[in-house]
């Protein structure tokens, strides 16, 4: 133990705060996670994620570093990671989901700000996290206005690279600007690193982060099985919790807990019982330790079946898929995928309205929650559309905008009870 607090030290990490970080860590995981029943084995080596992340994780990043390779922090699903590990480099997720740091990030941003973002910029500011500390560089990306002008304030800390996102991809002028984005990234990753990115080492990068995109659509098409045979809890914690595991093993991990699935689904074996309502969370993203929603509606029986959003289906509904060997196929096929991600900071945004309406009748679901968190406009207004189009459906949904406090939980709950009793008196109407 002494080792360990010895080398967070090094990185600069302020112990007492860190130490508070732990104390929610664990009793977050007891809360809500342990206490769920019939919980897969294989979960077990996710929920050690969550608690060992900066005890086992940490001193393996730091011996990466110590042999002079990079480690680049991100924010976004518009990060191209594939370009990260080509260059040699490891790419550690930085999204803030956690209340804690964000009193630290008051002290300097506004109170009336999306938390995801205070989130983030709390933890390096504190001095919380290790895996910011451990960064040699920033990738960040112009989605939204607070993401955005953060950046500015975070670039003051640590090495920032913006990769400019055109909000129009789908037209010639939108991915001629992606393409020279991804150059001008390839270039900035080959200066930090010394590595060439030769196609060869592109190509390898995008096999294995294909590998990690099946994995994890392998996990969330398993949940189409009625009844899910894993709770929302837990897979939208597998998602949340993999992204800064070592590659090659989480997605070794996904798969085995997988096979444990497979099983279950054979013998009927659910995380609820057949009858449980099922349900589609969509809109802004849960990072960790946000599980407030699903945590809410599960104690309410509800069984949430999958999330349209960057910590659901918007990271691994789409693989990348060279046509060629060569530099300029590898990053035409990176344009295709990146382009292709449908966050609600992109206008217009027709194919997030046809997923979701798609991926609410492969997943049989019975109810949507359209959540937005506070102060996130871009969702919040295209949370109109999502509506209306479940409205013409005749689909129930509810928005619910929230933060990472817990002080809405009871009114959260009391909403989503009701929401919940609406759709099985409308499931019971149609049967009479
Ligand atoms: S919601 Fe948009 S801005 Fe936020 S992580 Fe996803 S792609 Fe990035
Ligand atoms: S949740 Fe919304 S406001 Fe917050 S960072 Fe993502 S896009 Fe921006």
Request: proline letters at 5%; charged letters at 25%; a neutral charge.
């Amino acid at each position: 133990m002494s080792g360990i607090i010895e080398l967070w030290k090094t990185l600069g990490i302020d112990i007492d705060k860190h130490n508070k970080l732990l104390q929610s860590q664990g009793s977050y995981i007891k809360e809500i996670v342990a206490i769920q029943k019939n919980r897969p084995q294989k979960m077990a080596y996710f929920d050690s994620l969550v608690t060992e992340s900066h005890f086992k994780r940490l001193p393996d990043l730091v011996n990466f570093k110590a042999q002079g390779n990079k480690i680049v922090g991100a924010f976004c699903l518009y990060a191209p990671e594939e370009l990260v590990y080509a260059a040699g480099a490891v790419m550690v997720g930085l999204c803030g989901g956690a209340q804690f740091p964000i009193a630290d990030a008051e002290t300097i941003l506004p109170r009336n700000l999306c938390p995801l973002i205070k989130s983030s910029f709390g933890f390096k500011i504190g001095r919380i996290c290790p895996y910011f500390q451990l960064s040699d560089m920033l990738v960040g990306e112009t989605t939204c206005d607070g993401k955005k002008k953060m950046y500015e304030l975070l670039n003051e800390e640590t090495p920032m690279h913006v990769i400019e996102i055109p909000h129009n991809p789908n037209t010639p002028h939108g991915r001629t600007l992606w393409l020279k984005e991804l150059e001008l990234f390839k270039e900035r990753l080959e200066e930090l690193t010394g590595n060439k990115i030769t196609p060869e080492r592109l190509k390898q990068s995008i096999d294995l982060i294909n590998n990690r995109r099946a994995a994890l659509k392998r996990l969330s098409d398993l949940r189409r099985a009625i009844p899910s045979p894993i709770s929302g809890i837990d897979a939208l914690l597998v998602n949340q919790v993999s992204s800064n595991d070592n590659l090659g093993r989480s997605t070794a991990k996904i798969h085995e807990l997988c096979d444990e699935l497979d099983e279950r689904v054979r013998n009927g074996v659910g995380a609820t019982g057949k009858d449980a309502v099922r349900l589609l969370v969509t809109g802004s993203p849960m990072t960790l330790p946000n599980l407030k929603l699903h945590s809410i509606a599960e104690s309410l029986g509800a069984s949430v079946v999958v999330e349209e959003s960057c910590s659901g289906t918007r990271y691994f509904n789409r693989f990348v898929s060279p046509k060629g060997d060569s530099m300029g196929a590898l990053l035409d096929a990176l344009v295709d995928r990146y382009a292709a991600i449908n966050c609600a900071c992109v206008t217009p945004n027709p194919s997030r309205l046809q997923n979701v309406s798609d991926l609410s009748c492969v997943f049989k679901v019975d109810g949507v929650i359209n959540y937005t968190l506070q102060y996130c406009h871009a969702f919040n207004v295209e949370g109109v559309k999502i509506a209306n189009l479940f409205k013409k459906q005749d689909m129930p949904l509810i928005n619910v905008e929230s933060d990472y406090t817990r002080e809405d939980s009871a009114q959260i709950r009391t909403r989503l009870e009701a929401f919940l009793e609406l759709i099985i008196a409308k499931a019971e109407s149609k049967m009479n």
